[in-house]
């Protein structure tokens, strides 16, 4: 089965800095994009950066400036590294990925349990 695990995600105090990884394992034939989701107690899940197969990314006007979303295509993994962090930015961040399936050939869409993101000041 095709998995996705996050990891990284922590306590930090506001203005530090963390590191998202999710990496995707099982059989697949491609990843078409990869994004980063955020879902904060009370609030809908926001979409907070997406990266294509082209590598064309997209950013939340949130964190456009601070939060950078980089792949790895040979080891099927995505990274968010966050800086100055602020207090309306903890949340748990899911991973998503949108990927052809080696099975049916077809569009996939695949989410990660989250990884929490806890920001004190």
């Known amino acids: 089965q095709v998995q996705l695990v996050e990891s990284g995600g922590g306590l930090v105090q506001a203005g530090g800095s963390l590191r998202l990884s999710c990496v995707v394992s099982g059989k697949i034939c491609r990843i078409n994009a990869m994004a980063w989701y955020r879902q904060a107690p009370g609030k809908q899940r926001e979409l907070v950066a997406v990266?294509?197969?082209?590598?064309?990314?997209n950013y939340a006007d949130s964190v456009r400036g601070r939060f950078t979303i980089c792949r790895d295509n040979a080891k099927n993994m995505v990274f968010l590294q966050m800086n100055s962090l602020k207090s309306e930015d903890a949340a748990v961040y899911y991973c998503n990925a949108n990927y052809l399936s080696i099975w049916t050939g077809t569009p996939t869409e695949r989410w990660g349990q989250g990884t929490q993101v806890t920001v004190s000041s």
């Open positions: 990266i294509t197969s082209s590598g064309n990314t």
